[in-house]
């Protein structure tokens, strides 16, 4: 089946959009019947069409994306996205060799890493399944024995007040100085009206009485985002930084964690801090020179006791064990 019959999207080429509504209506067109046929309908990722039938691609993590709109529209039991390792993991297995795998997992929480840099799963792979509430199962093609990560509404409880650590590199932080401004009516709309202007998306913000900081990722805009900016305040901008992310539930009520956090990585220069936003997410920027070393102290620190229900602890025994 030709994906672009299907998967119908708008005319922003390279990371268009999908129209949900005609995509269920084209999947119960012409995929339905197949599968009530016993038929297995085959379509490419990535590629779709718009309205008019011309050709459109969804950008990167699109074959994923392609499967999970699939799976939305014809309100499957489940969505399995097939990929090169175990599952979402503690964090990644190059930086921590004894990083686990994450048995069970919330929509919110995945969500939350994919957009802060887990590869394993692109921020708009599980949005179809969330719509539908059907369960998102990561999985290793070349490990098909393993159970992988399955993402669901609601995941059982944690012991550990962590389920993963990610972190996205190659980001810059704007700051913008403006000592008469700030607390002016309608300022920090202009401020984001400029990267508005550019599509740039910003991943986080820090206020002070005089100035607005923001991170961005690191592109050829940047130049063209502090000229415009420099109309409103002084400017400046500094490149090769990295956001750590860790996710868990209930951050912003346990006590006590933001000192456990920030001592694990008392050695390590913090630039910014992001907590309170969400109760799943405590993230702050740091050099990316010191992003492994930081992602290495935090794991020892908080998934030296990992809790079997929601982690995959007998591997990482075998792991240990070959190891020594």
Known sequence: MDAREVIITDSQFQKAVPQDDIIEKRAAEKLRPLVNQGKVP????????????????????????????VGGALSAEAI?????????????????????????????????LAYFGAKVLHPATILPAVKKNIPVLVLNSRNAACEGTRIISL???????????????????????????????????????VFDKHQCPVDMVSTSEVSVSLTVDSNDKL????????????????????????????????NGIAAQVFSAIRHINVRMISQGASEINMSFMIEEDDADEAVRSLHAAFFRDPDPVVF?????????ASKS
């Open 155 to 193: 995941a059982p409880h944690c012991k550990s007040p962590f389920k993963s650590i990610s972190v996205k590199k190659k980001l810059s932080i704007i700051d913008v100085v403006a000592s008469r401004m700030l607390m002016t009516h309608g300022y920090l709309r202009q401020i984001f009206d």
């Open 80 to 112: 399995e996205i097939w990929t090169d390792v175990d599952g979402i993991m503690t964090t990644d297995p190059r930086v921590c060799p004894d990083a686990l795998r994450v048995k069970v997992i919330s929509f919110e929480e995945a969500a939350e």
């Open 223 to 254: 130049p063209a985002i502090a000229a415009d900016l420099s109309r409103l305040a002084d400017v400046k901008y500094e490149g090769r930084k990295a956001l750590v992310c860790m996710v868990g539930e209930d951050i912003r009520g346990q």
């Open 312 to 320: 995959d602890v007998a591997a990482r025994k075998q792991f240990l």
């Open 42 to 69: 085959v379509m490419g990722g990535f590629i779709a069409s718009n309205e008019a039938g011309i050709t459109t691609t969804l950008g990167r993590g699109g074959s994923d994306f392609t499967g999970a709109l």
